[in-house]
């Protein structure tokens, strides 16, 4: 059974740092592009990042270049969204989700979806 299990979300004040952790398992996990997702209270879920397995990445949107870092672990199965220079509109619940090869970025491009985890940054 596949299973994406995201941690490391928190309350943070603006200017702060996290690192958001996603685990998968039950499946082969290279075979998949890892991608996260954020969903801000209001708003739909937006797309964040994504990478390969040969780490070959792609962010969302200007919002978070130069911000947010993707990268994997493949050893581990895991991938990790390292988030600097946090603002309160990164607020939201993170989403790890996992796609095929050529799939679009899209929510309806994914195959797998951990249950998120929640990050708040505080003014």
């Known amino acids: 059974q596949v299973q994406l299990v995201e941690s490391g979300g928190g309350l943070v004040q603006a200017g702060g740092s996290l690192r958001l952790s996603c685990a998968a398992s039950g499946w082969t996990f290279g075979a998949y592009l890892m991608n996260w997702f954020r969903k801000a209270p209001g708003k739909e879920r937006e797309f964040v990042a994504r990478i390969s397995w040969s780490g070959t990445i792609t962010y969302g949107g200007d919002s978070v270049k130069g911000r947010f870092t993707v990268s994997r672990d493949n050893a581990k199965d895991t991938v990790y969204l390292q988030m600097n220079s946090l603002k309160p509109e990164d607020t939201a619940v993170y989403y790890c989700?996992?796609?095929?090869?050529?799939?679009?970025?899209?929510?309806?491009?994914?195959?797998?979806w951990g249950k998120g985890t929640l990050v708040t940054v505080s003014s």
């Open positions: 989700a996992a796609s095929r090869p050529g799939a679009a970025w899209t929510e309806d491009g994914m195959d797998y």
